[in-house]
């Protein structure tokens, strides 16, 4: 708002991140996030507490040629101060997960799944991501009992040798 400072979205370094500039200079005062994981969506950005909420892949990623982990893929959501401190996952739990935020920003509401587990969904403190009421859990048991078998998830080397490349089997 004092029109001294912008943030910019790159992959200047392979990767894309978020960082701070100094409008009267354009040169960068620090990179905001930093890490082998990309930066999907900023959400929202509060000022007044330096403080931007937004969505990432791949942060709990295993590391490359590695064959565990978290799906990169798997979207979270963050928030994180302009310094680049104090970044905390406030969907920490494995899964794909799509949330909804209060209009103050206190809380989110949390839906998450996988290939092999049914969404549930919860209210999240927006501070920490801890659990503040547990809302909904789709109840499977039918389609279980009735023989569905949920897609296996695997991990191959991509032609690098290196990268690794997720997928599901359906059978």
Do not use: C
Request: without cysteine.
């Amino acid at each position: 708002k004092d029109g001294k400072r912008f943030i910019w979205s790159s992959e200047r370094d392979g990767w894309q991140h978020l960082y701070l500039y100094d409008r009267a200079t354009g040169k960068p005062i620090n990179q905001i996030t930093k890490g082998e994981w990309y930066v999907r969506q900023v959400l929202h950005v509060d000022e007044e507490n330096e403080v931007i909420y937004f969505t990432a892949n791949g942060v709990h990623a295993a590391p490359y040629g590695a064959a565990s982990g978290e799906d990169p893929y798997f979207i979270h959501y963050y928030r994180i101060r302009f310094d680049g401190s104090d970044m905390t996952d406030l969907t920490p739990t494995e899964g794909h997960h799509r949330a909804v935020f209060s209009n103050d920003y206190a809380y989110l509401i949390d839906t998450w799944s996988t290939v092999a587990e049914a969404p549930q969904t919860v209210l999240r403190s927006a501070k920490d991501g801890s659990v503040v009421k547990e809302l909904e859990k789709a109840d499977i048991s039918k389609l279980l009992e009735a023989g569905w078998k949920a897609p296996e998830v695997f991990v191959a080397p991509g032609r690098d040798g290196k990268t690794n490349m997720w997928g599901i089997i359906a059978r």
